[in-house]
């Protein structure tokens, strides 16, 4: 998967793995035989936008690694009732082990796919795209991250370590030093690589403008009022990459997009997305 090393997301479904199976399955031990093989399906059952399928099929494979394992669809896809996004035939034991922590992975991330999905779509036709931010569930941002694009936004930073973005506690932490905005700018510059773009959250066309003279190579707009945004858009004429946040729903989108504002950055994408119902249909092999 993209942007997620295998090593990586080995970890990430041992430590999965962990939490559903620290005691064992002791359902599973006593009632299926471990000769007894059988196919199962992963089914949509509501639409969405696939995200996870390569996730999820590496967990039936770190269960059991001789299970066969089917991505019926490229993550990305379409989903509609009814279509398979995956098989895995083999060991009926092994694959009712991997059940749960597989169908987990994969509800989360379509949620966030189609949820992501929802808000590009409602900005078709402008000039704005739909970022995700780091309010992500800790320990899954790489493949939370994936799903966004998935859904056909942008991503963020990925850790602190990617950008400079000064946000109000920041600024307000070196107001009290006595720093202006073009002070706390110019500190960031000194102070990081030059291959870091400078950002800068401002809530004020006063500091916005202060932020513009400055140089910051992106201004997130921050909760400002769409005509304020508009504004900004208009002074900036293009000097800086202009960024709205705060208080962005399905709702006020559209008005935001048609600022002109290039990115919109949506927390919920990652923090609110309800999860896409799929479940695992299992059909076993007839006795042999």
């Not at 279509?83 to 966030?112: F, K, M, Y």
């Not at 990617?162 to 506690?169: A, F, M, Q, R, S």
């Not at 992106?218 to 769409?226: E, F, G, Q, T, Y």
């Not at 729903?249 to 290039?262: C, H, K, P, S, Y």
Request: with cysteine; net charge neutral.
């Amino acid at each position: 998967m993209t942007g997620l090393y295998s090593h990586d997301l080995q970890a990430l479904i041992d430590r999965a793995l962990a939490e559903d199976l620290a005691a064992g399955d002791p359902t599973t031990d006593a009632l299926i035989p471990s000769s007894q093989t059988g196919r199962g399906m992963v089914i949509a059952k509501a639409e969405g936008v696939l995200a996870g399928a390569e996730a999820a099929a590496a967990v039936f494979r770190r269960v059991d690694p001789s299970l066969a394992v089917r991505v019926c669809l490229p993550d990305g896809s379409r989903l509609k009732h009814g279509v398979a996004v995956l098989e895995v035939s083999d060991r009926l034991a092994s694959i009712l082990t991997a059940e749960r922590t597989a169908l987990n992975l994969l509800q989360r991330l379509s949620g966030i796919a189609t949820l992501t999905r929802r808000y590009v779509d409602a900005v078709a036709g402008t000039h704005a795209r739909i970022a995700d931010t780091r309010k992500t569930t800790p320990g899954l941002r790489a493949l939370e991250k994936h799903a966004v694009r998935m859904g056909g936004g942008t991503n963020h930073r990925r850790s602190l370590g990617d950008g400079v973005l000064i946000k109000d506690n920041h600024i307000a932490a070196c107001h009290a030093r006595g720093m202006s905005i073009a002070d706390i700018i110019k500190a960031a510059r000194q102070h990081t690589p030059h291959t870091l773009k400078v950002e800068i959250e401002v809530t004020s066309l006063d500091q916005f403008r202060q932020a513009l003279d400055a140089g910051a190579d992106i201004i997130m707009l921050d909760n400002m009022p769409v005509d304020t945004m508009r504004q900004a858009v208009t002074i900036a004429n293009g000097k800086a990459v202009l960024e709205a946040s705060g208080g962005v729903n399905l709702q006020t989108l559209r008005a935001i997009a048609e600022t002109d504002v290039d990115l919109i950055s949506i927390g919920s994408l990652t923090h609110s997305a309800p999860s896409i119902d799929l479940s695992l249909e299992v059909a076993q092999d007839p006795a042999r």
